[in-house]
């Protein structure tokens, strides 16, 4: 079942990179009474998350904060070494943007947004999106239905949709 509009997240524990090694992080807690951002693309340093999903959240970070934002979470189904590193190769972090690895991709299965591309040594992966979290509850959502694409889940058109 793919995650819609209205519905609650699912429990999931993802992953960040912390100063002792991975350290398991509960989205429950990062949701809970909270305004967040959860954007979720394809992979690390890949072309179009690189180049314009992840800048697309960078350039618009004040602009959701200044409409009451908690925090911006980036997504992918990576480890928490390589989602640090690319946070800090992007600057996403220096930017405040969360970088948190869906290793297992049990959070991206659990709401439907798992493709593959064997070819591209994609398994598992997750669809390009965007979408508003109101404690827990989803209140936007901007899928692709190309996960090389990103005009519906970019950061600009996501603070468009909450005017």
Known sequence: MTIKT??????????????????????????????????????????????????????TSDDFKAKGVDEIICVAVNDPFVMKAWGEATRATDEGITMLADAHSEFTTAIGMEFSAPPAGFINRSKRYAMLVDNGVVSI???????????????????????
């Open 141 to 163: 959502l901007n899928a692709e239905s190309n996960p090389g694409e990103c005009d519906i889940s970019a950061g600009e058109t996501l603070l468009e949709a909450m005017d």
């Open 6 to 59: 209205g519905d609650t997240l699912p429990d999931a524990t993802l992953l960040a990179l912390g100063d002792n090694g991975p350290e398991e992080v509960a989205l429950a807690d990062k949701l809970a009474n909270r305004k967040v951002i959860i954007f979720g693309l394809p992979g690390a340093y890949t072309g179009t998350c690189s180049t314009a999903h992840v800048p697309s959240f960078m350039v």
